[in-house]
């Protein structure tokens, strides 16, 4: 062993010793650096599940609540907040639940509101949304919309004010003319109960052959098809975007 060590080179003999020295402190650093309660029930601390069991309970769940303001409860769970928990709003109420002389902050501001509702592309269809700027922008959310049973103090006029994206979208379209109303016949109590009362949408390609038939009685301009022979297997809209139709290409 020794004599075939006197062969190496000196270069590969220092090689080598370095690369023992780089094993020997990643040992040292790996005893010293990592608990050794790693490990004992998986890829983690073992330590960490009893830290964790022993922190502090912050947080109640609202059910808790209704036990003392049975009142409100019940009025917030019939209402449109109903699956907001009242901790959202009103921060972890372990504490007073426990005692009620600990007080509870109520957000009479308007950041906590703008939180969910500000306008958002990416927030689904219909779900109540304002622009903060432009939305009685001088006083608190509160003085208009009750926190627990949140309804607009009046419908709201236009479409848009909940279709945000489809309006846009159809305001600069070959479209922008045909009113929503014309495709949608909506209820008044659409605007104030949306989902219980939905709009109807077209069913049939006459429906769009209502003006773009090759026979159909409007004004000239509106681009024509023969309603027997283009696509006649498939509705239009699985083609068009009924928002914003384009011909292809
Ligand atoms: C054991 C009864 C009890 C429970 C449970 C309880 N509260 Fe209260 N709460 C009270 C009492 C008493 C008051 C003070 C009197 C009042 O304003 O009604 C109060 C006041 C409040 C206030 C008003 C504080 C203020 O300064 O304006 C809020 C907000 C509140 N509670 C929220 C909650 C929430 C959220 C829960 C559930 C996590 C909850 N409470 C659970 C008894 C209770
Ligand atoms: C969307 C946020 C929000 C949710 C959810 C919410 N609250 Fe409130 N709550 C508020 C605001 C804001 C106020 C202050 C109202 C004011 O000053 O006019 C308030 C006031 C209160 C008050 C004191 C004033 C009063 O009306 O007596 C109590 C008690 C209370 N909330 C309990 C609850 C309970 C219990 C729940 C769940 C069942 C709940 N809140 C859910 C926002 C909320
Ligand atoms: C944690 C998110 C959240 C917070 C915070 C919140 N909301 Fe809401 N809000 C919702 C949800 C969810 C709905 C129900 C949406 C639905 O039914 O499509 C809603 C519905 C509403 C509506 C619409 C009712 C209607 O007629 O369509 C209004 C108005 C409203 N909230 C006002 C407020 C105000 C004022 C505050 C602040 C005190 C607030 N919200 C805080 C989630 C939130
Ligand atoms: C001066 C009264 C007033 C204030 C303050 C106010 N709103 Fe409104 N809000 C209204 C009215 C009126 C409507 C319905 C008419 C409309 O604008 O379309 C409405 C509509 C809404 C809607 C749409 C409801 C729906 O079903 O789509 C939401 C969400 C909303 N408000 C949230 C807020 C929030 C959040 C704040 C605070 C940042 C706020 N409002 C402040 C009066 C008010
Ligand atoms: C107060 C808010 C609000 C207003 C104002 C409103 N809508 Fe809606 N609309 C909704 C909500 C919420 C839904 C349900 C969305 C979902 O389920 O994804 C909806 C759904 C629809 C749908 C889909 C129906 C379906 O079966 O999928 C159509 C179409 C529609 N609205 C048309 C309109 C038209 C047209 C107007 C104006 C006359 C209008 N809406 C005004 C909130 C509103
Ligand atoms: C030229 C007719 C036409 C006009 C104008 C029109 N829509 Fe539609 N809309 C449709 C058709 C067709 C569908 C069904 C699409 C489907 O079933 O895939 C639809 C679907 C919808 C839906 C369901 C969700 C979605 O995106 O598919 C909503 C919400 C809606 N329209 C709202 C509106 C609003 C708001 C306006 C006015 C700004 C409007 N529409 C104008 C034809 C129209
Ligand atoms: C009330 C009449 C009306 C109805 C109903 C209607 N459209 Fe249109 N459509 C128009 C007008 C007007 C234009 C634009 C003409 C122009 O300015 O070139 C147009 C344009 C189009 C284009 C664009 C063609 C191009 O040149 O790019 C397509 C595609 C289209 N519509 C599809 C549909 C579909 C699909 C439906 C059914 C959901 C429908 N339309 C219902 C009036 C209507
Ligand atoms: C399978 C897909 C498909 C379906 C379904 C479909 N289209 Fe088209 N449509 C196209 C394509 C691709 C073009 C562009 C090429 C062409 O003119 O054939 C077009 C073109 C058009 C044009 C423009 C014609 C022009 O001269 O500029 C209109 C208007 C139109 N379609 C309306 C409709 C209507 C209304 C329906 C339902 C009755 C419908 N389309 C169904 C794919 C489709």
Redesign the pocket.
Known sequence: MLKLWKKFPGQLKRLILIFLLFVAALMTARHFLIPHDYGQYGNYRGGSVHEIANLEVKYAGQIVCVDCHDDIAEIKFAG?HKNVACEVCHGPGAAHVEDSDIELTSPRG?DL??L???YLPSRPT?????V?ES???????????DPHD?????????CS??HGTIARTKSHSYHADVECVYCHQASPEH?VN?RENLPSKPKTRDFCGKCHAEDADVEFGIPRVDMDAHEKRYVCWQCHYPHLPEAGQ
């Open positions: 449109y308007r509101c703008i969910c509702h500000e219909g779900f109540p949304q304002i903060s939305h009685n922008r001088v006083k608190p959310c509160i003085s208009c919309h949140p309804v607009p103090p009046e419908a709201p006029k236009e004010a909940c605007k949306p």
